[in-house]
């Protein structure tokens, strides 16, 4: 017996449509330099018809890559609904990697066309020579050094475009987007996200038992736009109705709370790491006005207890903590406690990494794939399956990193029968020392609820005796004084005893990689070289 539905594809395009029509109203702001720059639904799906017809113009066809390296602005959301709607395929390009890998990355993706905003012209400019299949370098904004050689103008070429653009039929399984990993070792890899599986993912999103976005919110996107497609909301929220907020460059403590202040977001998304500098800097800031915010969604890595208590006790506001990666769309977990919770359990859910959502599945595996108990106790490295999670990477054969139709996270923790998982480290992180692991998550969340503790990261390093043992890389506070044995009595009270580190080391700050996630790799080189003064304390 056959279905009577009628079969309609899941495509960005018919995305970009619900927005443009439901919700032709809704606004779009963009921060700048000399103010906020508005825009609704309605005026910017049109732009997106005529950014498409331009590209067509120059001759981009359907499978094509068009890459875009920009911050997060009006202009790249254009890009974003206009490339995968007209069939091409969208790469999102990272500004903050080191030349040789974006030349990699570039040349890999066999990008065609670049899209680059005018303030990044000069950071653009140290690969121009080396990506020889790009053909155009259009350019968002008022670039006058010249450094990019000949380029084209995005706003000369949309606005000379009617926005009659039609649409093309698509095959949903089709390529719409592009995301090369980051913060990994060897090589960026690349995955490919399709029209469908980005339709399920904006579906996932709006559910209350995930992200619940919806037209009642404005949400200010933190989290870049090269960073897994802003972690999926740009489509979300057209898709949903939710106005946006673009701050561009503007990621610092005090210009984000000046934004909450003014624009009233009643969510915002970004990794643990800026929003530890929002509360550092509301500190000092007796303006600070948090008010609107109904909840902050943070991800990227494990946001500590004494954050998640910071924002509930001095600001009312919930911190959902998502779990996911760039090969998982990125949705797979939230943090919300189960229904009847007492509130003063809640916070023991809202660290963890979070509860499975609907429409993917996860599983905890050994070594040797044996899947282990879901009881919140036995350890091992979580696999996931779904929609919107990788089957394989794009021109690079990784079979590791897959089995048997799950993807292979890389991270260790725990699986409960509720569902929720709890990250106790990545498995190129976690500490083995006398043949038992130490979690570095664990060791940082819980030095960082120190009160003269600004950042704290924990690597392994060499042990005669154990194979391996924690270095503490502590940042203090401005004007904060605390010893080494201070700290390490701190955390006595707080983690097992043969947990606490004899090393010790404090740092100006803690490395980031490319998305703001601590870089362990970097602590671990300059260690190896001897360039951390540090200290043990028995």
């Known amino acids: 017996m056959k279905s009577t539905m009628q079969e309609a594809p899941l495509l960005i395009s018919g995305i970009l449509r619900h927005g443009e029509y439901v919700y032709a109203d809704k606004k779009v702001f963009t921060v700048t330099p000399d103010g906020v720059d508005e825009a609704t639904f309605f005026q910017i799906a049109q732009r997106a018809q005529q950014l498409a017809a331009a590209l067509t113009k120059l001759g981009v066809k359907r499978g094509d890559r068009v890459a875009t390296f920009m911050w997060n602005n009006q202009a790249h959301m254009e890009a974003y609904l206009a490339i995968p709607s007209m069939g091409a395929v969208l790469h999102t390009l990272n500004i903050r990697l080191f030349p040789e890998q974006l030349v990699y990355i570039i040349n890999h993706a066999e990008d065609e066309i670049i899209i680059v905003d005018a303030s990044l012209a000069g950071v653009f400019a140290r690969v121009r020579d080396q990506i020889p299949l790009v053909r155009t370098i259009i350019v968002n904004g008022l670039e006058t050094t010249g450094v990019l050689g000949e380029t084209l103008d995005y706003d000369t070429l949309v606005t000379a475009e009617r926005a009659s ?235 590791d990193k897959f089995r048997d139709g799950w993807l292979r996270t890389g991270d260790i923790g725990t699986l409960d029968e509720e569902g929720f998982m709890v990250v106790s480290d990545r498995t190129k992180d976690v500490i083995k020392s006398g043949g038992e692991w130490i979690s570095s998550v664990d060791l940082e969340v819980t030095m960082m609820a120190h009160p003269a503790v600004f950042e704290a990261a924990v690597i392994a390093v060499p042990d005669d005796k154990w194979q391996e043992r924690p270095l503490c890389c502590v940042v203090l506070k401005p004007d904060a004084t605390v010893s080494a044995q201070e700290l390490k009595a701190f955390l006595a009270e707080r983690v097992a005893k043969w947990w606490l580190p004899e090393r010790w080391t404090f740092i100006e700050s803690v490395p980031k990689t490319s998305v703001g996630k601590f870089d362990k790799k970097v602590l671990r080189a300059q260690n190896a070289e001897g360039l951390l003064d540090v200290v043990t304390v028995d």
């Open 165 to 399: 653009f039609e649409w093309p039929a698509l095959d949903e399984r089709d390529a719409a987007i592009m995301c090369y990993t980051s913060g990994t070792t060897g090589n960026p890899k690349g995955v490919v996200y399709s029209h469908r599986s980005t339709w399920l993912h904006s579906m996932a999103s709006m559910t209350a038992n995930s992200v619940g976005l919806c037209e009642k919110d404005r949400s200010l996107l933190i989290v870049p736009m090269f960073h897994v497609n802003a972690w999926g909301s740009v489509y979300t929220s057209f898709f949903a109705g939710v106005e946006l907020i673009l701050p561009q460059m503007f990621l610092q403590g005090a210009p984000i709370i000046k934004m909450i202040r003014e624009l009233r977001p009643t969510i915002s998304l970004g990794v643990p790491t800026i929003w530890n500098d929002v509360l550092r800097v509301a500190e000092t800031t007796p303006e600070t006005d948090l008010s609107s915010l109904r909840c902050i969604l943070a991800g990227g890595s494990a946001v500590p207890r004494s954050m998640i208590e910071s924002f509930r006790d001095l600001y009312g506001i919930n911190v959902l903590q998502g779990w996911g990666m760039t090969e998982t769309s990125p949705l797979a977990a939230v943090s919300i406690p189960p229904t009847g919770t007492p509130p003063e359990l809640e916070i023991d859910y809202r660290v963890k990494a979070g509860r499975i959502v609907a429409g993917v599945e996860v599983r905890l595996t050994d070594d040797d794939g044996t899947v282990l108990p879901r009881d919140g106790k036995t350890v091992g490295e979580f696999e996931i399956r779904g929609p919107w999670i990788a089957g394989s990477y794009f021109g690079v054969d990784d079979p």
